[in-house]
């Protein structure tokens, strides 16, 4: 098993991350995601009407999970993109 995403977005600021990932929504079965910042930091949320968030930093990847509710909102100037795996990914740099 390959530990190297079958596939990554491109880097999306404050800008032009998508409203798309803004708003709720989730990975297919069998898609994990890892979202990495690479500036900044960016608010992570899970779940549906009971969300958590948690504060995403280069030092602190997020993990998506199969078919996860999440969706995510810049905290101030920041850098990030997404990898998408087809197993449970390793979160390290």
Do not use: C
Request: glycine letters at 8%; proline letters at 9%.
């Amino acid at each position: 098993m390959s530990d190297q995403p079958y596939k990554v977005t491109p880097v999306f600021d404050e800008v032009t991350l998508p409203k798309a990932l803004r708003a709720a929504h989730n990975t297919k079965a069998g898609v994990w995601g890892v979202i990495r910042v690479l500036d900044g930091a960016l608010h992570y949320f899970v779940g549906g009407k009971a969300e958590k968030g948690l504060l995403l930093t280069p030092d602190r990847p997020g993990l998506i999970e199969p078919e996860q509710v999440h969706r995510v909102e810049p905290h101030g100037s920041m850098r990030m993109q997404v990898e998408f795996y087809d197993h449970l990914p390793i979160l390290h740099d």
